[in-house]
């Protein structure tokens, strides 16, 4: 086990996870992926991933899981700008938040703006369902 810390004695599979702010520069616990339904914002899927890997890595197992549970086929993904460079594979649009929007349509750019709606979402997730429960602070 080269590199590997043990932040906490009563949960071992706490990691460090770097933020790069400059108020919060570290955070303590473990990465998750959330999807949501497109209108209603339903939770379909909240998959953990341990050890911290690359947001990009993990869009390819959280969408076939989300399909699997709901037997729907996956047909738009808005993202934020961490998963540049994922590894999907699926017929679904990718809308990456960000960047240049000149050559999109109307409709287009509303759903990339989507992607605003998770996080209100996750604050609820952390707050009234114990996501959130790690409070740890770096040394």
């Given at each position: 086990m080269n590199g590997y810390k043990i932040y906490s004695l009563h949960e071992l599979d706490i990691c460090c996870i770097s933020k790069g702010k400059e108020k919060n520069r570290y955070e303590f616990?473990?990465?998750v992926s959330v999807?949501?339904?497109?209108r209603r914002s339903w939770i379909l899927n909240v998959e953990n991933c341990p050890a911290?890997?690359?947001?990009?890595?993990t869009l390819d197992k959280t969408a076939r899981d989300a399909e699997k549970i709901t037997g729907v086929i996956v047909e738009e993904v808005s993202l934020d700008k961490g998963y540049r460079g994922h590894d999907y594979?699926?017929?679904?649009?990718?809308?990456?938040?960000?960047g240049?929007?000149?050559?999109?349509?109307?409709?287009?750019?509303?759903?990339k703006r989507r992607r605003r709606s998770i996080e209100p979402m996750i604050g609820h997730l952390k707050s009234d369902h114990h996501l959130g429960r790690c409070f740890y602070s770096p040394c």
């Open positions: 616990g473990n990465k999807i949501t339904s497109n911290n890997p690359y947001d990009g890595h594979k699926g017929s679904a649009k990718i809308f990456i938040s960000g240049s929007n000149s050559s999109l349509s109307w409709s287009e750019k509303r759903r």
